[in-house]
């Protein structure tokens, strides 16, 4: 209550005008989260009318951080929001393109509201909320990052946007687990095709040679602007 009275964290549950219902409708069956909190000045529903999820390796390469702020960038300039997790590496450089082209982004995290997370985003996040972004988690002010939220916050990252656009991924990568739940509810999916010798980019270059994912080796080939609320 504290939180709330001080605007640490506000509280969105689907009877709200803010809830993104067209977003999270696609969660039936899949979980969809009770209510949400929310960190930051921005409206979830508006902001998720055209957005894209662009996510990857936390362990990037210079070509990934590059291609993400690139991409993130240029959607941003075409009036698209940018949502990702808030790690290091391509989701780092996915909201830090976003901010430099005056754009709007959502952190959505595996923990509180109130916990930066890394730590060493801090920065990032205030500048995220000071250009009409948001933090946004399911989880309780307080709570913190678990393996288990870190799998389930996945089908939030897939779920809030129309396409998902993963830019470098290992074998093992988290990412993967994005773009699957974002097949699974329906969404587009979208690979940076990577260096075949590059670790960080045999999750995805596999993604597309088994068409799970459409390539987009530019921010042309992505298409995002399905408003659904």
Request: charged share 15%; proline share 4%.
């Amino acid at each position: 209550m504290r939180a709330l009275d001080n605007g640490t964290a506000r509280l969105l549950v689907p009877e709200d005008d803010d809830w993104p219902l067209g977003r999270l409708s696609t969660l039936a069956g899949h979980g969809v989260p009770l209510a949400l909190w929310l960190h930051g000045p921005g409206l979830l529903a508006g902001l998720t009318d055209t957005a894209v999820t662009i996510t990857g390796s936390r362990a990037s390469s210079a070509y990934g951080n590059t291609i993400a702020a690139h991409f993130s960038g240029a959607l941003a300039d075409a009036g698209a929001v940018i949502i990702s997790g808030g790690g290091f590496g391509v989701d780092e450089s996915a909201h830090h393109g976003a901010l430099a082209a005056d754009g709007q982004t959502v952190v959505v995290l595996p923990c509180g509201v109130d916990r930066t997370y890394p730590r060493q985003h801090a920065q990032l996040y205030a500048k995220v909320v000071d250009q009409g972004g948001l933090l946004v988690s399911e989880y309780p002010i307080g709570a913190v990052p678990t393996r288990t939220r870190f799998h389930a916050r996945c089908r939030l990252l897939a779920a809030l946007t129309a396409a998902t656009v993963i830019v470098e991924a290992g074998r093992r990568s988290g990412a993967l687990a994005v773009a699957s739940a974002a097949k699974d509810l329906g969404k587009r999916v979208y690979g940076v095709p990577g260096p075949i010798h590059s670790a960080t980019s045999t999750g995805v270059n596999e993604l597309l040679r088994i068409g799970a994912a459409e390539v987009a080796t530019s921010v042309e080939h992505i298409r995002y602007q399905e408003r659904l609320r």
